[in-house]
Protein backbone atom coordinates (compact mmCIF):
# COMPACT_ATOMS: atom_id res chain seq x y z
CA UNK A 1 0.00 0.00 0.00
CA UNK A 2 1.22 3.56 -0.88
CA UNK A 3 -0.06 6.63 0.87
CA UNK A 4 0.67 10.40 1.57
CA UNK A 5 1.29 11.90 5.08
CA UNK A 6 1.29 15.71 5.31
CA UNK A 7 3.51 15.74 1.87
CA UNK A 8 5.66 12.88 2.53
CA UNK A 9 5.37 9.58 0.46
CA UNK A 10 4.79 6.56 2.11
CA UNK A 11 5.61 3.28 0.49
CA UNK A 12 4.51 -0.32 2.61
CA UNK A 13 6.28 -2.91 0.44
CA UNK A 14 3.98 -5.82 2.41
CA UNK A 15 0.48 -5.84 0.56
CA UNK A 16 -2.24 -5.89 3.19
CA UNK A 17 -3.91 -9.51 4.15
CA UNK A 18 -6.76 -10.74 2.02
CA UNK A 19 -9.59 -10.48 3.49
CA UNK A 20 -12.55 -13.07 2.88
CA UNK A 21 -15.00 -11.27 0.42
CA UNK A 22 -17.99 -11.50 2.76
CA UNK A 23 -16.33 -10.16 5.22
CA UNK A 24 -16.47 -6.91 2.94
CA UNK A 25 -19.11 -4.16 3.08
CA UNK A 26 -21.07 -3.38 0.04
CA UNK A 27 -19.80 -0.37 -1.59
CA UNK A 28 -20.89 2.82 -1.13
CA UNK A 29 -24.12 3.44 -3.95
CA UNK A 30 -23.90 7.68 -3.81
CA UNK A 31 -23.97 8.06 -7.39
CA UNK A 32 -26.23 5.14 -8.23
CA UNK A 33 -29.08 7.97 -9.35
CA UNK A 34 -26.53 9.15 -11.91
CA UNK A 35 -25.72 5.65 -12.65
CA UNK A 36 -29.05 4.77 -13.74
CA UNK A 37 -29.79 8.34 -15.62
CA UNK A 38 -27.32 7.72 -17.81
CA UNK A 39 -28.54 4.16 -18.71
CA UNK A 40 -25.01 2.44 -17.70
CA UNK A 41 -25.16 -0.62 -15.81
CA UNK A 42 -24.54 -1.27 -12.17
CA UNK A 43 -21.05 -2.77 -11.27
CA UNK A 44 -21.08 -5.56 -9.03
CA UNK A 45 -18.57 -7.83 -8.00
CA UNK A 46 -19.04 -11.43 -6.88
CA UNK A 47 -15.68 -13.02 -6.99
CA UNK A 48 -11.82 -11.45 -7.24
CA UNK A 49 -8.80 -12.57 -9.76
CA UNK A 50 -8.85 -15.80 -12.18
CA UNK A 51 -7.48 -19.46 -12.33
CA UNK A 52 -5.94 -19.49 -15.31
CA UNK A 53 -2.37 -18.22 -16.06
CA UNK A 54 -2.09 -16.49 -19.62
CA UNK A 55 1.31 -15.10 -20.45
CA UNK A 56 0.11 -12.01 -21.43
CA UNK A 57 -2.51 -11.55 -18.27
CA UNK A 58 -1.60 -9.24 -15.43
CA UNK A 59 -4.34 -10.26 -13.20
CA UNK A 60 -2.56 -13.48 -11.63
CA UNK A 61 0.26 -11.45 -11.22
CA UNK A 62 -1.49 -8.78 -9.39
CA UNK A 63 -3.42 -10.80 -6.84
CA UNK A 64 0.30 -13.31 -6.12
CA UNK A 65 1.28 -10.19 -4.60
CA UNK A 66 -0.79 -10.41 -1.38
CA UNK A 67 -0.32 -13.94 -1.23
CA UNK A 68 -2.37 -16.64 -0.93
CA UNK A 69 -5.35 -17.79 -4.11
CA UNK A 70 -5.65 -15.86 -7.19
CA UNK A 71 -9.08 -16.28 -7.01
CA UNK A 72 -11.63 -15.92 -4.24
CA UNK A 73 -15.85 -15.48 -4.65
CA UNK A 74 -18.79 -14.31 -2.22
CA UNK A 75 -21.16 -16.26 -1.57
CA UNK A 76 -24.70 -16.57 -3.61
CA UNK A 77 -26.98 -15.13 -0.63
CA UNK A 78 -24.33 -12.34 -0.43
CA UNK A 79 -24.44 -11.91 -4.07
CA UNK A 80 -28.27 -11.56 -4.24
CA UNK A 81 -28.96 -9.33 -1.12
CA UNK A 82 -26.96 -7.11 -2.57
CA UNK A 83 -28.87 -7.63 -6.34
CA UNK A 84 -32.06 -7.40 -4.49
CA UNK A 85 -31.32 -4.13 -2.70
CA UNK A 86 -30.35 -2.58 -5.77
CA UNK A 87 -33.15 -3.54 -7.84
CA UNK A 88 -35.36 -1.90 -4.42
CA UNK A 89 -33.26 1.70 -5.19
CA UNK A 90 -34.33 1.57 -9.34
CA UNK A 91 -31.24 -0.53 -10.78
CA UNK A 92 -32.31 -2.97 -13.47
CA UNK A 93 -29.34 -4.05 -15.37
CA UNK A 94 -25.83 -5.13 -13.65
CA UNK A 95 -22.09 -5.80 -15.09
CA UNK A 96 -20.55 -8.36 -12.73
CA UNK A 97 -17.03 -6.90 -13.14
CA UNK A 98 -15.66 -10.17 -11.93
CA UNK A 99 -12.35 -11.08 -13.89
CA UNK A 100 -13.63 -14.44 -14.03
CA UNK A 101 -17.13 -15.59 -12.69
CA UNK A 102 -16.75 -19.42 -13.27
CA UNK A 103 -13.86 -20.70 -11.42
CA UNK A 104 -13.74 -24.21 -9.03
CA UNK A 105 -15.91 -24.36 -6.57
CA UNK A 106 -17.76 -22.82 -8.51
CA UNK A 107 -19.57 -25.02 -11.49
CA UNK A 108 -22.97 -26.02 -13.30
CA UNK A 109 -24.37 -26.75 -10.10
CA UNK A 110 -23.38 -23.07 -8.44
CA UNK A 111 -24.80 -21.61 -11.58
CA UNK A 112 -28.31 -23.09 -10.87
CA UNK A 113 -27.93 -22.28 -7.37
CA UNK A 114 -27.04 -18.82 -8.14
CA UNK A 115 -30.20 -18.68 -10.92
CA UNK A 116 -32.95 -20.94 -8.19
CA UNK A 117 -31.79 -17.92 -5.54
CA UNK A 118 -32.45 -15.28 -7.69
CA UNK A 119 -35.89 -16.24 -9.36
CA UNK A 120 -36.71 -17.50 -5.40
CA UNK A 121 -36.91 -13.61 -4.85
CA UNK A 122 -39.00 -12.87 -7.87
CA UNK A 123 -35.88 -11.14 -9.24
CA UNK A 124 -36.17 -10.15 -12.96
CA UNK A 125 -32.69 -8.85 -14.01
CA UNK A 126 -30.30 -8.15 -16.48
CA UNK A 127 -26.65 -8.79 -16.30
CA UNK A 128 -23.21 -9.01 -18.02
CA UNK A 129 -20.23 -11.01 -17.54
CA UNK A 130 -16.64 -12.15 -17.71
CA UNK A 131 -16.31 -16.16 -18.35
CA UNK A 132 -13.44 -18.27 -19.73
CA UNK A 133 -14.38 -20.07 -23.01
CA UNK A 134 -13.77 -23.33 -21.28
CA UNK A 135 -15.87 -22.44 -18.89
CA UNK A 136 -18.62 -21.96 -20.75
CA UNK A 137 -20.09 -25.39 -21.03
CA UNK A 138 -23.77 -25.40 -22.32
CA UNK A 139 -25.22 -26.32 -18.52
CA UNK A 140 -23.42 -23.68 -17.30
CA UNK A 141 -24.30 -21.17 -20.00
CA UNK A 142 -28.00 -22.15 -20.27
CA UNK A 143 -28.12 -21.64 -16.25
CA UNK A 144 -26.52 -17.60 -16.47
CA UNK A 145 -28.77 -17.65 -18.88
CA UNK A 146 -32.01 -18.47 -16.88
CA UNK A 147 -30.40 -15.86 -13.68
CA UNK A 148 -30.57 -13.26 -16.40
CA UNK A 149 -27.31 -13.21 -18.31
CA UNK A 150 -27.74 -11.35 -21.90
CA UNK A 151 -24.13 -10.67 -22.62
CA UNK A 152 -20.64 -12.25 -21.63
CA UNK A 153 -16.86 -10.61 -22.15
CA UNK A 154 -15.42 -13.93 -23.63
CA UNK A 155 -11.47 -14.23 -23.62
CA UNK A 156 -11.07 -16.14 -27.05
CA UNK A 157 -7.87 -14.35 -28.12
CA UNK A 158 -6.80 -16.30 -31.40
CA UNK A 159 -8.67 -19.11 -33.73
CA UNK A 160 -5.15 -20.64 -33.98
CA UNK A 161 -3.85 -23.54 -31.84
CA UNK A 162 -0.39 -22.75 -31.83
CA UNK A 163 -0.59 -18.50 -30.76
CA UNK A 164 -3.08 -20.16 -28.00
CA UNK A 165 -0.48 -22.44 -27.03
CA UNK A 166 1.97 -19.80 -27.29
CA UNK A 167 -0.40 -17.85 -24.59
CA UNK A 168 -1.21 -20.62 -22.43
CA UNK A 169 -4.22 -20.37 -23.08
CA UNK A 170 -6.57 -23.50 -21.32
CA UNK A 171 -9.06 -23.49 -24.19
CA UNK A 172 -8.25 -24.84 -27.53
CA UNK A 173 -9.97 -23.60 -31.26
CA UNK A 174 -12.55 -26.03 -30.57
CA UNK A 175 -13.61 -25.24 -27.21
CA UNK A 176 -13.76 -21.66 -28.72
CA UNK A 177 -16.06 -22.34 -31.16
CA UNK A 178 -18.31 -24.57 -28.95
CA UNK A 179 -18.44 -21.58 -26.51
CA UNK A 180 -19.11 -19.15 -29.30
CA UNK A 181 -21.96 -21.64 -30.36
CA UNK A 182 -23.27 -22.02 -26.71
CA UNK A 183 -23.68 -18.37 -26.38
CA UNK A 184 -25.59 -17.91 -29.47
CA UNK A 185 -27.84 -20.66 -28.98
CA UNK A 186 -29.27 -18.90 -25.83
CA UNK A 187 -29.19 -15.35 -27.84
CA UNK A 188 -26.58 -14.17 -25.37
CA UNK A 189 -24.45 -11.29 -26.86
CA UNK A 190 -20.14 -12.21 -26.78
CA UNK A 191 -17.65 -9.69 -26.85
CA UNK A 192 -14.64 -11.48 -27.90
CA UNK A 193 -11.71 -10.68 -26.42
CA UNK A 194 -9.04 -11.47 -29.49
CA UNK A 195 -5.69 -10.49 -29.48
CA UNK A 196 -3.95 -11.20 -33.31
CA UNK A 197 -0.79 -10.03 -33.09
CA UNK A 198 2.55 -11.06 -30.71
CA UNK A 199 5.96 -11.19 -31.90
CA UNK A 200 5.97 -14.48 -33.09
CA UNK A 201 2.91 -14.20 -35.39
CA UNK A 202 2.86 -16.33 -38.70
CA UNK A 203 1.11 -15.45 -41.69
CA UNK A 204 -0.16 -19.08 -41.24
CA UNK A 205 -1.87 -17.89 -37.79
CA UNK A 206 -3.80 -14.73 -39.38
CA UNK A 207 -5.05 -17.31 -42.07
CA UNK A 208 -6.48 -19.43 -39.61
CA UNK A 209 -8.25 -16.45 -37.70
CA UNK A 210 -9.61 -14.84 -41.18
CA UNK A 211 -11.31 -17.93 -41.94
CA UNK A 212 -13.13 -17.97 -38.35
CA UNK A 213 -13.30 -14.12 -38.04
CA UNK A 214 -15.58 -14.70 -41.46
CA UNK A 215 -17.65 -17.51 -39.85
CA UNK A 216 -17.97 -15.87 -36.15
CA UNK A 217 -18.38 -12.52 -37.81
CA UNK A 218 -21.48 -11.46 -35.39
CA UNK A 219 -18.97 -11.30 -31.92
CA UNK A 220 -18.63 -7.97 -30.82
CA UNK A 221 -15.62 -6.51 -31.10
CA UNK A 222 -13.67 -3.26 -31.03
CA UNK A 223 -11.86 -3.11 -34.82
CA UNK A 224 -9.80 -5.69 -36.14
CA UNK A 225 -6.37 -4.65 -35.63
CA UNK A 226 -5.61 -6.55 -31.77
CA UNK A 227 -2.41 -6.89 -30.37
CA UNK A 228 -0.58 -8.42 -27.08
CA UNK A 229 -0.20 -5.51 -24.35
CA UNK A 230 3.27 -6.11 -22.90
CA UNK A 231 1.82 -5.82 -19.11
CA UNK A 232 4.15 -5.35 -16.35
CA UNK A 233 4.84 -8.51 -14.13
CA UNK A 234 3.72 -10.87 -16.91
CA UNK A 235 5.21 -13.50 -18.40
CA UNK A 236 5.15 -12.27 -21.97
CA UNK A 237 6.91 -9.39 -20.83
CA UNK A 238 9.60 -10.99 -18.46
CA UNK A 239 10.60 -12.80 -21.98
CA UNK A 240 10.60 -9.65 -24.07
CA UNK A 241 13.14 -7.88 -21.13
CA UNK A 242 15.19 -10.84 -21.05
CA UNK A 243 15.98 -11.12 -24.70
CA UNK A 244 16.03 -7.19 -24.68
CA UNK A 245 13.11 -7.04 -27.04
CA UNK A 246 11.18 -4.22 -25.50
CA UNK A 247 11.06 -0.88 -25.69
CA UNK A 248 9.13 1.49 -23.52
CA UNK A 249 7.73 4.60 -24.72
CA UNK A 250 8.10 8.11 -22.31
CA UNK A 251 4.57 8.73 -21.98
CA UNK A 252 2.81 8.36 -19.01
CA UNK A 253 1.06 5.48 -19.97
CA UNK A 254 4.34 3.22 -20.06
CA UNK A 255 2.95 2.08 -23.62
CA UNK A 256 5.09 -0.49 -24.95
CA UNK A 257 6.72 -1.82 -28.52
CA UNK A 258 8.19 -4.95 -29.42
CA UNK A 259 8.57 -6.25 -32.89
CA UNK A 260 6.74 -8.63 -35.02
CA UNK A 261 9.98 -11.32 -36.21
CA UNK A 262 7.97 -12.73 -39.50
CA UNK A 263 8.62 -9.96 -42.03
CA UNK A 264 5.56 -10.31 -44.12
CA UNK A 265 3.49 -10.68 -40.55
CA UNK A 266 5.17 -7.39 -39.30
CA UNK A 267 3.89 -5.55 -42.82
CA UNK A 268 0.53 -6.93 -42.04
CA UNK A 269 0.64 -5.62 -38.83
CA UNK A 270 1.44 -2.27 -39.34
CA UNK A 271 -0.27 -1.89 -42.15
CA UNK A 272 -3.74 -3.45 -40.29
CA UNK A 273 -2.55 -1.00 -37.61
CA UNK A 274 -2.36 2.20 -39.68
CA UNK A 275 -6.24 0.95 -41.04
CA UNK A 276 -7.56 0.51 -37.62
CA UNK A 277 -6.54 4.02 -36.47
CA UNK A 278 -7.66 5.84 -39.30
CA UNK A 279 -11.23 4.04 -37.96
CA UNK A 280 -10.81 4.09 -34.46
CA UNK A 281 -13.45 6.50 -33.05
CA UNK A 282 -15.80 5.25 -35.36
CA UNK A 283 -15.33 1.75 -33.50
CA UNK A 284 -15.23 3.29 -29.95
CA UNK A 285 -18.57 5.17 -30.38
CA UNK A 286 -20.17 1.77 -32.29
CA UNK A 287 -19.19 -0.60 -29.56
CA UNK A 288 -19.56 1.62 -26.77
CA UNK A 289 -23.29 0.79 -25.99
CA UNK A 290 -22.29 -2.83 -26.39
CA UNK A 291 -19.30 -3.15 -24.72
CA UNK A 292 -19.44 -0.45 -21.51
CA UNK A 293 -22.51 -1.42 -21.97
CA UNK A 294 -26.14 0.49 -21.78
CA UNK A 295 -29.15 -0.25 -20.12
CA UNK A 296 -30.97 -1.10 -23.54
CA UNK A 297 -34.24 -2.96 -24.80
CA UNK A 298 -33.55 -5.91 -26.85
CA UNK A 299 -34.92 -3.88 -29.64
CA UNK A 300 -32.30 -1.43 -29.15
CA UNK A 301 -29.31 -3.78 -28.52
CA UNK A 302 -30.49 -5.53 -31.77
CA UNK A 303 -30.03 -2.39 -33.35
CA UNK A 304 -26.44 -1.40 -32.43
CA UNK A 305 -25.14 -5.36 -32.67
CA UNK A 306 -26.42 -5.30 -36.18
CA UNK A 307 -24.19 -1.58 -36.58
CA UNK A 308 -20.77 -3.58 -34.88
CA UNK A 309 -21.38 -6.30 -37.54
CA UNK A 310 -22.06 -4.33 -40.60
CA UNK A 311 -18.60 -2.88 -39.19
CA UNK A 312 -16.71 -5.56 -38.15
CA UNK A 313 -17.77 -7.13 -41.87
CA UNK A 314 -16.12 -4.27 -43.67
CA UNK A 315 -12.93 -5.08 -41.88
CA UNK A 316 -12.64 -8.48 -42.28
CA UNK A 317 -12.65 -7.62 -46.32
CA UNK A 318 -10.10 -5.42 -45.94
CA UNK A 319 -8.15 -7.79 -43.63
CA UNK A 320 -8.67 -10.82 -46.20
CA UNK A 321 -7.25 -8.11 -48.85
CA UNK A 322 -4.45 -7.42 -47.36
CA UNK A 323 -3.47 -10.78 -45.93
CA UNK A 324 -3.39 -11.98 -49.97
CA UNK A 325 -1.11 -9.43 -50.77
CA UNK A 326 1.38 -10.98 -48.17
CA UNK A 327 0.48 -14.63 -48.71
CA UNK A 328 1.35 -13.80 -52.99
CA UNK A 329 4.25 -11.37 -52.85
CA UNK A 330 7.48 -12.35 -52.00
CA UNK A 331 9.78 -9.58 -51.79
CA UNK A 332 9.41 -7.78 -48.30
CA UNK A 333 10.21 -4.37 -49.74
CA UNK A 334 7.81 -5.05 -52.47
CA UNK A 335 5.22 -6.18 -50.19
CA UNK A 336 5.43 -2.93 -48.33
CA UNK A 337 4.84 -0.52 -51.35
CA UNK A 338 1.66 -2.83 -52.44
CA UNK A 339 0.43 -2.39 -48.89
CA UNK A 340 0.20 1.26 -49.05
CA UNK A 341 -1.00 1.36 -52.45
CA UNK A 342 -3.63 -0.96 -50.94
CA UNK A 343 -4.56 0.93 -47.47
CA UNK A 344 -4.62 4.08 -49.26
CA UNK A 345 -6.70 2.85 -51.75
CA UNK A 346 -9.48 1.34 -49.48
CA UNK A 347 -9.37 4.25 -47.41
CA UNK A 348 -10.64 6.07 -50.25
CA UNK A 349 -12.96 3.80 -51.53
CA UNK A 350 -14.64 3.01 -48.17
CA UNK A 351 -14.82 6.75 -46.88
CA UNK A 352 -18.69 7.38 -48.65
CA UNK A 353 -19.28 4.05 -46.51
CA UNK A 354 -17.57 5.48 -43.04
CA UNK A 355 -19.48 8.63 -43.75
CA UNK A 356 -22.97 6.72 -43.98
CA UNK A 357 -21.91 4.74 -41.49
CA UNK A 358 -21.51 7.51 -39.04
CA UNK A 359 -25.18 8.72 -39.89
CA UNK A 360 -26.94 5.63 -38.92
CA UNK A 361 -24.80 5.60 -35.77
CA UNK A 362 -25.81 9.01 -34.95
CA UNK A 363 -29.28 8.26 -35.43
CA UNK A 364 -28.99 5.28 -33.51
CA UNK A 365 -27.56 7.04 -30.44
CA UNK A 366 -30.46 9.63 -31.19
CA UNK A 367 -32.94 6.81 -30.77
CA UNK A 368 -32.24 4.89 -27.97
CA UNK A 369 -31.58 8.81 -26.32
CA UNK A 370 -27.92 7.95 -25.35
CA UNK A 371 -25.27 10.86 -25.52
CA UNK A 372 -21.24 10.08 -26.50
CA UNK A 373 -18.66 11.54 -24.39
CA UNK A 374 -15.83 9.38 -24.22
CA UNK A 375 -12.15 10.63 -24.86
CA UNK A 376 -10.36 9.88 -27.92
CA UNK A 377 -8.22 6.32 -27.54
CA UNK A 378 -5.00 6.78 -25.60
CA UNK A 379 -3.28 3.20 -26.05
CA UNK A 380 -2.77 3.37 -30.33
CA UNK A 381 0.56 4.41 -30.75
Known amino acids: MSYSDAGVHHHNHEAAPKLPMDDLPDPARDTLALTVARRSLVHVQTARGCQASCTFCSIVAFERVGGGSTWRQRGINRIVDELEHLTELGATHFKLIDDSLIEPPRDAAWCTAFADEIERRGLRLRMRGSIRADRASEEVVSELARAGFFAFSCGIENFSESALRRMAKRADVGQNLAALDTFRKHGIYVQAGHILFDDHTTLAELDDNLVLMRRYDWTISKGIFTEMYAAAGTNFTRRLLKRGELEVDADVLGNTRYRVRDPHAAQVYATLKRW ?49 LAQNTGDPARLEQRCEELLKAEIARTEPWYSRFDQRMNHAYATAGLVYDADDNPFLC
Open 276 to 324: HKQHSAVYDKAIDPLSAPKALSDQELALFHELSVALRRVDIEFFGELLE
